[in-house]
């Protein structure tokens, strides 16, 4: 079983940066792949960013490709999201969420997943 406990969220400008942090808790996090996605209201929940356990292999949905970067630190059990030049369509709820099946894109083979952090753009 892993907790996962999502901070860093908050109100930025257009153009700003954040860095979002997940804390995990429990057995084996260092066996999992962890992945970033979003949620805006009325939308899909979207892909943003996995690593794979060793933090050798990430992957990049292609709305933050180029502004936003996944890491993770093992020994404090927590993966990182920064995030820059943030736009509008930027804004949603971020999640962090486990996988034991390796980096993966598609939300439904993720077993653990946090409560999220509300992320709010302005324009």
């Known amino acids: 079983q892993v907790q996962l406990v999502e901070s860093g969220g908050g109100l930025v400008q257009a153009g700003g940066s954040l860095r979002l942090s997940c804390a995990a808790s429990?057995?084996?996090?260092?066996?999992?792949?962890m992945g970033w996605f979003r949620q805006a209201p009325g939308k899909e929940r979207e892909f943003v960013a996995v690593?794979?356990?060793?933090?050798?292999?990430?992957v990049y949905g292609d709305s933050v490709k180029g502004r936003s970067t996944i890491s993770r630190d093992n020994a404090k059990n927590t993966i990182y999201l920064q995030m820059n030049s943030l736009k509008p369509e930027d804004a949603a709820v971020y999640y962090c969420?486990?996988?034991?099946?390796?980096?993966?894109?598609?939300?439904?083979?993720?077993?653990?997943w946090g409560q999220g952090t509300q992320v709010t753009v302005s324009s």
């Open positions: 969420a486990a996988t034991d099946a390796g980096p993966q894109v598609v939300p439904r083979l993720y077993r653990y």
């Open positions: 429990g057995r084996g996090f260092s066996r999992y792949s």
């Open positions: 690593i794979s356990w060793s933090g050798g292999r990430t």
